[in-house]
C-alpha cells in the first residue's frame, strides 16, 4: 500500500530503522518497539540478505536465513519506506508487507551544487591530481571523467578498463580527434590494490597511451567540487538487490554532472532517464561506444546531458522528503 496521504498518530512515539544492516538490529528493534509501545519506521535501502549474496552465493544457506530473517522481523513495522519504486513492490508482493510503503528517493544534499566555468578552472588548478594538466582541460584537450567507489565486488572495475584501453587504442589510430582523458577515482576500499595492480600492467604495456588514471580520498567539500568540475561521471554500481540506487549518481547530479554508469537492474530508469541527463550501458564495449560518442563529437551531446543533469540537481533532499516523509509525520 503505496500513498503519501498517510499520517502517524503524533502521540506515539517513533523509531526509525536503516536497512541493511539488518542482523540483529531488526529484531532488537521490534523488541523495543514492543516494550515501550512505539512505532517501527523501516527505511530500505537494499536488502542485507543480497549483499551477503555477494560474498557467500545466492545457494549458502546464510542468505537464505539472512532473506527470512529480515523478511520475518520487518513484516511487523508499522510503516516503511523504500528508496525506489521496484523495492516497495517486493515488499509488497514477496515480502507480503501490508503496511504503508512510501517511496521515498535518495537525492543530493544541499552541499553537492552547480558551478560555473571559472570556479571549476579555479578548482582543478588547486587539486593535486589535476593541477599539472590544468591548461589542457582549460581548452578541453583534457577530459576529466570521475568515478567513486567502495571498490567492493559489486562494482566490476574490469569493465572500465577495458572500455578505457579500447579508447586509447582508438584514440591513437582511427578516431585521432577524441580528447585524452584524465580518469580520477575517489574512495576506499577491498579491491582497491588489486585493480591499482592491473592499472600498472597496462601503463607499463602502453595500453593507456591517451589514458591517465589518478586516485583520490578527497574531503566531502573537494569530492563535492570534484563532481561539479568534472566532464563526466561513470557508475559501475552493479545492485546486489537489482532494486536499490547508486548514491553516487546521486550526488553527481545534486552537481549538475552527467552520468553514465552500468545500468542492467530494474531501479536505473527511476533515476537516470536515458539521453536525458545521463547514458546506460551494460558491457565495456557499450560503455567504449557511450565515450567515443559523448566525448569525440563537437560537445553538444555532452552538454545536453550536463543540462539535463543540472536540471536534475534542482530537487534536493528536503524537498523529497517534506513531500514522503512530511506529510507522514503531519510537518507538511
Known amino acids: 500500500m503505496q500513498s503519501s496521504e498517510i499520517t502517524l498518530p503524533p502521540s506515539q512515539a517513533l523509531c526509525t530503522f536503516d536497512n541493511p544492516p539488518s542482523i540483529p538490529t531488526l529484531a532488537i528493534a521490534q523488541a523495543v518497539c514492543f516494550l515501550r509501545n512505539t512505532h517501527l519506521l523501516v527505511d530500505w535501502h537494499n536488502f542485507g540478505y543480497s549483499i551477503l549474496a555477494l560474498k557467500l552465493g545466492n545457494g549458502h544457506p546464510l542468505v537464505g536465513i539472512s532473506r527470512w530473517y529480515e523478511r520475518t522481523f520487518s513484516w511487523f513495522a508499522t ?7 521496484a523495492m516497495a513492490r517486493i515488499l509488497e508482493k514477496d515480502y507480503q508487507i501490508n503496511a504503508p510503503i512510501l517511496t521515498l ?13 571559472n570556479q571549476r578552472l579555479a578548482f582543478l588548478g588547486r587539486l593535486p591530481v589535476t593541477a599539472s594538466a590544468i591548461n589542457d582541460i582549460a581548452t578541453g ?19 572500465l578498463l577495458d572500455a578505457l584501453v579500447d579508447y586509447s587504442g582508438l584514440a591513437t589510430s582511427t578516431h585521432p580527434h577524441l580528447p ?13 590494490d588489486h585493480y591499482l595492480k592491473q592499472v600498472a600492467g597496462l601503463v607499463e604495456a602502453g595500453e593507456l597511451e591517451m589514458v591517465r588514471i589518478e586516485t583520490a580520498w578527497l574531503s566531502t567539500e573537494d569530492y563535492a567540487s570534484l563532481l561539479g568540475s568534472a566532464s563526466l561521471g561513470i557508475s559501475l554500481h552493479m545492485s546486489s538487490s537489482g532494486v536499490d540506487l547508486p548514491m553516487k549518481v546521486v550526488d553527481m547530479f545534486g552537481a549538475g554532472l552527467p552520468v553514465v554508469g552500468w545500468s542492467k537492474f530494474e531501479s536505473w530508469p527511476e533515476l537516470v532517464t536515458e539521453g536525458v ?18 566525448l569525440g563529437s563537437d560537445g553538444t551531446k555532452l552538454q545536453k546531458l550536463r543540462r539535463g543533469a543540472e536540471e536534475e540537481s534542482k530537487r534536493k533532499w528536503d524537498d523529497e522528503w517534506d513531500e514522503v516523509a512530511g506529510r507522514l509525520f503531519g510537518l507538511c
Open 277 to 294: 541527463n545521463g547514458k546506460g550501458f551494460g558491457t565495456s564495449v557499450e560503455l567504449r561506444e557511450v565515450l567515443v560518442n559523448l
Open 79 to 85: 510503516t516503511h519506506f523504500t528508496v525506489t519504486r
Open 141 to 159: 584537450k583534457i577530459k576529466v571523467l570521475v568515478s567513486s567507489t567502495s571498490w567492493t565486488p559489486d562494482e566490476d572495475f574490469s569493465i
Open 105 to 117: 528517493h535518495d537525492r543530493p544534499v544541499s552541499g553537492f551544487h552547480i558551478l560555473q566555468q
Open 180 to 192: 585524452e582523458l584524465l580518469v580520477i577515482i575517489t574512495g576506499k576500499g577491498p579491491l582497491k
